[in-house]
């Protein structure tokens, strides 16, 4: 058995030309959003990296094959699927194999990022210490994946719904190096700051693409995480959120969904709860954090070895 990996005629030319990619994951296509909000959403995604002049590498598993980069076709196919299985450094390895299809997340698409040989990944927020792991060791693969392959993510901090004090701390334990952009607070995810301050703060891609060459250089493994705060016109307040997150995780543990199932589930009653404003925040979010990755591609090309 062999790995089959498909590479779209539009990244493979950017890889031949060496032209900057961002890859972009495809759990936030399958679990984050409904149809055809998904859709739109991930070609909005596309064409922002795209309108910098970068190639945008969308990845997934569709009947066993690994695909970096999606046809327009494949990309309403993914959108449209249903029972998809969602990605992670556990299970990658056996969808392959099974022939089966699977949208990746975090950890999964900066695994098959990393093979395919691109530096920078564009996403919504990572996945990270959930609240209450000091019971149920409800931890995300995403923090260990970032600990151990080296590609620097883009995200507007850890979801909002996790407990971001321990998923700092973590992180920090890990070694990841944790950058704010523009600013010295780490982000909530719809919100721009959580309270809590981030270890390094970032001003250019050009310091985020210098940071990642010496880590390199000096043989570190890993990446890094690059919180992006969501723009102030879309932002959703943290006191208005605090109560929604309190009640939509209450009526997750009231009915005894965990795992996997939890970030879908709490994603969804808070759009519910918020009348649809946080699918809103979060395509703006995901825009916004689209267009840096970018700029940070662009800078890595530059001084590509």
């Not at 390094?200 to 990642?212: N, V």
């Not at 946080?278 to 703006?284: R, V």
Request: proline share 6%; hydrophobic share 45%; charged share 20%.
């Amino acid at each position: 058995m062999s790995l089959n990996i498909k590479y779209s005629p539009e990244v493979s030319d950017a890889k031949t030309n060496k032209r900057p990619l961002v890859a972009l994951e495809s759990t936030i296509i399958t679990h984050g959003m409904p149809w055809p909000d998904n859709l739109a959403m991930a070609s909005r995604v596309e064409n922002t990296i795209r309108d910098a002049g970068v190639t945008p590498a969308t990845i997934a598993v569709l009947d066993g094959t690994l695909h970096i980069g999606l046809s327009a076709e494949e990309l309403e196919r993914l959108a449209q699927a249903k029972e998809v299985a969602k990605l992670s450094r556990a299970d990658f390895a056996a969808c392959l194999a099974s022939g089966g299809t699977g949208a990746t997340t975090v950890a999964a698409t900066m695994i098959a990022a990393h093979l395919a040989g691109i530096e920078v990944f564009a996403t919504g927020g990572i996945g990270g210490v959930h609240k209450g792991a000091e019971t149920s060791f409800d931890i995300s693969a995403d923090l260990r994946e970032l600990s151990e392959t080296p590609v620097t993510v883009v995200a507007a901090g850890a979801k909002a719904i996790l407990d971001l004090p321990k998923t700092l701390e973590v992180l920090e334990t890990l070694g990841v190096p944790v950058f704010t952009y523009g600013q010295h607070a780490f982000p909530a995810f719809w919100s721009q700051t959580s309270g809590l301050k981030a270890p390094l703060r970032a001003d250019t891609p050009g310091e985020i693409a210098q940071a990642h060459r010496m880590r390199a250089q000096l043989g570190l493994p890993g990446g890094q995480l690059v919180a992006n705060p969501i723009p102030t016109e879309a932002e959703i307040p943290p006191e208005t959120l605090a109560p929604i997150i309190a009640q939509a995780t209450a009526e997750a543990e009231a009915q005894d969904i965990t795992g996997k199932d939890v970030t879908p589930f709490l994603l969804q009653r808070i759009f519910e709860l918020t009348e649809g404003r946080s699918l809103e925040a979060n395509i703006a979010l995901v825009l916004n954090n689209a267009r840096l990755g970018a700029q940070i591609a662009q800078e890595l090309a530059i001084s590509a070895p």
